[in-house]
T-cell receptor, first 122, second 113 residues
Framework: AQSVSQHNHHVILSEAASLELGCNYSYGGTVNLFWYVQYPGQHLQLLLKYFSGDPLVKGIKGFEAEFIKSKFSFNLRKPSVQWSDTAEYFCALPSKGHGHQDYGGSQGNLIFGKGTKLSVKP | NAGVTQTPKFQVLKTGQSMTLQCAQDMNHEYMSWYRQDPGMGLRLIHYSVGAGITDQGEVPNGYNVSRSTTEDFPLRLLSAAPSQTSVYFC????????????FGSGTRLTVV
């Protein structure tokens, strides 16, 4: 069965510190992966996505993630965090099963990790 | 282009009451889904639809009904609200299996007392 694991529940950093949030997935087929961010009181926004090609993916606001197939990982990184990065971060994997064959069986929805809350101290 | 619109934004229900959470998208996306978000649990899939007239259950479907009579709308019905359904509900839509990403609504915060 497909699953997504995020190891860190709450991370507290000072401004300018480097960030790495862990994400591991379980799925044996072709993988697409997403990172979403949810600022306090807001809805989910896409940070970055991986479909194929370069395993190092760059997203918005200076975030990047590296897809390592051998480790089933897609960790999110940022070299220097800001107070405005305080938010909850979710790793997600498209659910596949009895969906459309043209889209690899995608059912058009996502399996989420439980999220990592990031608090950045000014 | 409004994207995904959810109404209402906030709702308080008494145990046993019924209500419908509305979700509409104007992007002609064939896929739509409902999630609930609870602290420490991430987002869990309630129901989803791969096109008009086609729906299926997700991870936590009990106590919820859906229908998809048009491409644009995907309402979520609570038949008899329970305190365990207190949560934040998000609707999302996507096209082509989500290869271009998923668009989320702004959420409905529901409290059942």
């Amino acid at each position: 069965a497909q699953s997504v694991s995020q190891h860190n529940h709450h991370v507290i950093l000072s401004e300018a510190a480097s960030l790495e949030l862990g994400c591991n997935y379980s799925y044996g087929g072709t993988v697409n992966l997403f990172w979403y961010v949810q600022y306090p009181g807001q809805h989910l926004q896409l940070l970055l996505k991986y479909f194929s090609g370069d395993p190092l993916v760059k997203g918005i606001k200076g975030f990047e993630a590296e897809f390592i197939k051998s480790k089933f990982s897609f960790n999110l990184r940022k070299p220097s965090v800001q107070w405005s990065d305080t938010a909850e971060y979710f790793c997600a994997l498209p659910s596949k099963g009895h969906g459309h064959q043209d889209y690899g069986g995608s059912q058009g929805n996502l399996i989420f990790g439980k999220g990592t809350k990031l608090s950045v101290k000014p | 282009n409004a994207g995904v619109t959810q109404t209402p934004k906030f709702q308080v229900l008494k145990t046993g009451q019924s209500m419908t959470l509305q979700c509409a998208q104007d992007m002609n996306h064939e896929y739509m889904s409902w999630y609930r978000q609870d602290p420490g649990m991430g987002l869990r899939l309630i129901h989803y639809s791969v096109g008009a007239g086609i729906t299926d259950q997700g991870e936590v479907p009990n106590g919820y009904n859906v229908s998809r009579s048009t491409t644009e709308d995907f309402p979520l019905r609570l038949l008899s609200a329970a305190p365990s359904q207190t949560s934040v509900y998000f609707c999302a839509s996507s096209s082509q299996g989500g290869i271009y990403g998923y668009t989320f609504g702004s959420g409905t915060r529901l409290t059942v007392v």
